[in-house]
């Protein structure tokens, strides 16, 4: 288990990486129709790496029977990260639909940030 959440700690920079891509190709998309393909790629990328990052953290989370740990990493921070999932894969939903229809909106940037919101404040901190 050492090792998986070691890989945990480290894959949040590569999410964080990600999300911050998407959030950048959502908005950049609105502007400009030859950016749509990169948010497209980097809202793909977003998502593929989050859920690889909360199926590390259920491993952890059943494996090592967290929910005996402080409330915070046992109920608020699996909530909150399947809540930034969720964000983030209705954001990529829009998003493709939006493009197959050619027109842009603001959704998908506006769900990409709320996902990167909750994800930051879900964060534990050394303090946990």
Not at 36 to 56: E, P
Request: overall charge positive.
């Amino acid at each position: 288990m050492a090792a998986i959440l070691l890989l945990h700690g480290l894959w949040r920079w590569a999410v964080l990486i990600a999300a911050v891509l998407a959030v950048t190709g959502a908005l950049t998309s609105m502007r400009d129709s030859a950016g749509v393909s990169r948010a497209q790629r980097f809202g793909f990328w977003y998502t593929l790496a989050l859920d690889l990052q909360v199926t590390l953290g259920l491993i952890l989370w059943v494996g090592e029977m967290a929910w005996r740990f402080h409330p915070f990493l046992a109920f608020i921070h699996p909530a909150a990260m399947l809540a930034g999932l969720g964000l983030a894969h209705v954001a990529r939903s829009r998003q493709r639909k939006l493009v197959t229809a050619g027109r842009p909106s603001m959704v998908p940037l506006a769900l990409y940030i709320a996902s990167l919101a909750v994800l930051v404040l879900a964060i534990p901190t050394g303090r946990v």
